[in-house]
């Protein structure tokens, strides 16, 4: 927190990742900084590594206990790593949901179109008969 006249602004830690290796060979650092620095800019502290190449993922678990309890946020990937790493309980995102939605709509009408098309095809057919 700092204090400004009579303002007080708030520094909010995020859990994000720091970008470190080679040309198009990225690693990362799971690190705790304020939500105002640089993506690459000094930590406040180191919690884990993620290779995406490898998949390789090592999380100083009772570090990022500690962060999580101080309040500390995590961007999108470092939650999901988060979450397979066991640490906390997996969040079903409101875009699964409307996606999960849309499926079965889509399902719905395509049956319904498919079961149309039979009936038409059995009048045609019956009326080639007669």
């Known amino acids: 927190m700092i204090l400004l006249g009579k303002f007080l602004l708030l520094k909010m830690i995020k859990l994000r990742l720091k970008r470190f290796g080679k040309k198009k060979e990225a690693s990362y650092r799971i690190v705790a900084c304020n939500s105002t620095s640089r993506r690459d800019g000094r930590p406040l ?56 939605a849309n499926l079965e709509k889509e399902k719905i009408a395509k049956a319904k179109s498919e079961e149309a098309e039979s009936t038409i095809k059995e009048k045609e057919s019956k009326s080639e008969e007669a």
């Open 45 to 100: 502290e180191e919690l884990g590594f993620y290779n995406p190449r490898t998949k390789e993922t090592r999380l100083d678990t009772e570090a990022l206990r500690k962060r999580l309890t101080q309040g500390a946020q995590p961007t999108d990937v470092v939650r999901t790593l988060l979450e397979k790493g066991g640490l906390i309980e997996k969040k079903v995102r409101n875009s699964v949901n409307i996606a999960k």
